[in-house]
């Protein structure tokens, strides 16, 4: 079964901050089981609403195609805790 979620991860190559948080994204959709784009500012202006981005990095959550949460941060602490709240996650475990 596909995930209703999905993460959209704005960075740039240049972002210091981008550079610690993108790893702690990357676990955080595996632990999450959720299927995740990672976008360049840079490089990827005709797939992405620069415009509408006031910084980075910038952390979309996406249910079901429509955006309903947006995350800005260079704290991997805080990055956990935003998606614990918006998001649960797929569990593998068979008891009952």
């Not at 797939?47 to 910038?58: E, F, G, Q, R």
Request: charged residues 35%.
């Amino acid at each position: 079964m596909p995930s209703e979620y999905e993460l959209e991860y704005i960075g740039a190559s240049w972002c210091a901050p981008c550079k610690v948080v993108k790893p702690k994204v990357l676990e955080q959709a595996t632990k999450y089981a959720i299927p995740i784009k990672l976008y360049d500012i840079d490089k990827d202006v005709e797939k992405i609403d620069v415009d509408a981005v006031k910084k980075l990095p910038t952390l979309r959550v996406l249910k079901d195609g429509e955006v309903i949460a947006e995350f800005i941060t260079k704290h991997n602490d805080q990055l956990e805790e935003f998606l614990s709240k918006t998001i649960k996650p797929t569990t593998t475990d068979t008891d009952f």
